[in-house]
């Protein structure tokens, strides 16, 4: 009899425990620009978003809500508001937006948009259970050059490589020749150390 006292009462001490564990859990997909949130009592929502634009990405992982601030101004954009913000890496944020038009494709400099009703609802989600965040995929667009399996090297002559100049029509100028394929730009990702070399 003790010993299934003591263990109810080992039971009941983990409760509280359990409870304090149940977090929102924040799906963000970037290929398809959505939120997937799915709260502690067994709701879930599902709402376009807006990440980052070509060359301001949004950074992908795992996360936690670091703070939460109800009315932000970015210090990076302008004093740009941030409503209902909810950061989870540095100066990244999930945040509403006057944008709504917007969407549904990438448009911000790197945080995750939501509409005002949402980033209201989501805010007082997090602020009364906390938050496990993971945002996973591209987003379209996102300037990422990937290479076809069934593209052939292409060798170019000399002459492909020259500007062709017709005498009396300066303003058309051709170059590279049509068909060549300049290399890919990359960008360092937004928290990545930049190094200055100078000669």
């Not at 799915?38 to 992908?60: D, H, L």
């Amino acid at each position: 009899m003790r010993r299934a006292l003591a263990l109810v009462s080992f039971a009941l001490a983990l409760l509280p425990s359990v409870a304090a564990s149940a977090r929102v859990s924040i799906r963000v997909d970037l290929a398809s620009q959505t939120m997937r949130v799915e709260t502690p009592g067994g709701g879930a929502y599902q709402w376009p978003v807006s990440s980052g634009k070509k060359g301001f990405r949004t950074p992908t992982g795992q996360y936690g809500a670091q703070r939460l601030a109800r009315m932000h101004y970015s210090s990076k954009y302008d004093d740009a508001p941030m409503p209902h913000s909810i950061f989870f890496r540095g100066g990244y944020a999930i945040h509403a937006t006057s944008s709504v038009a917007m969407l549904g494709r990438p448009a911000s400099h790197g945080c995750i948009r939501l509409s005002p009703a949402n980033a209201a609802l989501l805010f007082s989600l997090v602020k009364q259970h906390g938050a496990r965040i993971a945002i996973s995929g591209n987003a379209p667009g996102d300037g990422r050059a990937y290479a076809s399996r069934r593209a052939k090297a292409r060798v170019m002559a000399q002459d492909d490589m020259s500007a062709t100049v017709r005498p009396g029509n300066e303003q058309r100028v051709r170059y590279p020749a049509p068909g060549f394929i300049d290399a890919p730009r990359a960008s360092p990702a937004p928290d990545a150390p930049v190094f200055w070399y100078y000669r």
